[in-house]
């Protein structure tokens, strides 16, 4: 199983980025995949989940109307597509399917 994130950056407040994930080694498109992020300091926490054929999406309140997640199941892949950035949003941000995780990738929002 591989899971590997990509698309991080420095990010001024206000602005957009978007994040993928690659897997492999399971079957992606039968799999719920999920956003989480970790600040300095603080745990771990859920930011998105998308169902395996994406019609059903799950937000944390602190990022819904701002973040959206999607997929695309030909290409193995899930996104995360960030607008109105806080500062708030840094964190380190990792892909997830039950009992796998990617390696994460960071996203700092400074002006």
């Known amino acids: 199983v591989q899971i590997v994130e990509s698309g991080g950056g420095l990010v001024q407040p206000g602005g957009s980025l978007r994040i993928s994930c690659v897997a492999s080694?399971?079957?992606?498109?039968?799999?719920?995949m999920t956003w989480y992020r970790q600040a300095p300091g603080k745990e771990r926490e859920l930011v998105a989940g998308?169902?395996?054929?994406?019609?059903?999406?799950d937000y944390a309140d602190s990022v819904k109307g701002r973040f959206t997640i999607s997929r695309d199941n030909a290409k193995n892949t899930v996104y995360l597509q960030m607008n109105s950035l806080k500062p708030d949003d840094t964190a380190v941000y990792y892909c997830?399917?039950?009992?796998?995780w990617g390696q994460g990738t960071q996203v700092t929002v400074s002006s």
């Open positions: 998308i169902s395996s054929a994406g019609g059903r999406t």
């Open positions: 080694g399971f079957s992606f498109s039968s799999s719920y």
């Open positions: 997830h399917r039950t009992y796998y």
